[in-house]
């Protein structure tokens, strides 16, 4: 898994509140367990009308936020069914934090298995960010995941709050499997242990 320690970058508003993993990426893309490609199907039901076109009302299809790596985003974020393909699409698209007052349990740990960084902020901040949003291309956000601090265009800095593990997870970019090889000596010793002391097995 990638590292992250931190992001510059352009940050899109997506307001909308109980945006499930469904609106995130539709049912007809899980077919695959590959987590790439899924990017294509991002908000696809938003992104995109009935004959393919994109909705040029939605946010991504905006010039000043197609390369938006950061989302800010309505309370109740990833609810819905517990799909890691939703984290996937976001990551495959290049979104690599997303900022809202509240996530879904299964979908907020999913992020951090995938090298994203979801952050919980007050309604308050989230609408201050969100104000940040509309400058477009200009509403650069600078997320540093060490110092656990989030700086706008103006020089603001906002404080978040993170569990430390996760946060060493993140900036040593470890996911479950990495984590078990960390543990790689002790378990080569407990299996050598075993077979010493019962060969029968």
């Known amino acids: 898994m990638e590292k992250f320690k931190n992001l510059t970058a352009v940050a899109a508003p997506l307001p909308d509140i109980n945006i499930d993993t469904d609106k995130i990426i539709p049912k007809q893309y899980l077919k695959t367990i590959q987590r790439t490609g899924l990017g294509k199907g991002l908000f696809s039901e938003l992104r995109y009308n009935d004959d393919g076109s994109e909705n040029k009302d939605f946010v991504l299809n905006k010039s000043q936020y197609r390369n938006a790596k950061i989302l800010v985003a309505g309370d109740n974020f990833g609810c ?19 900022i809202s007052t509240s996530f879904a349990d299964i979908f907020y740990n999913n992020c951090f298995k995938n090298g994203m960084l979801p952050i919980v902020l007050d309604e308050k901040e989230v609408s201050l960010l969100m104000e940040e949003t509309e ?40 996911d479950d499997i990495a ?10 010793n407990f299996e050598d242990d075993v077979k010493s002391q019962r060969p029968w097995l």
């Open 80 to 98: 819905g069914s517990s799909r890691e393909h939703a984290p996937w699409a976001l990551l495959d698209y290049g979104i690599k934090v997303v």
């Open 179 to 188: 984590l078990t090889l960390e543990k790689n000596a002790d378990i080569k």
């Open 135 to 174: 400058r477009g291309s200009n509403a650069t956000l600078t997320v540093d995941l060490e110092s656990q601090e989030i700086t706008t265009s103006d020089g603001n800095v906002i404080n978040f709050k993170i569990d430390k593990f996760l946060k060493h997870c993140l900036l040593n970019g470890l």
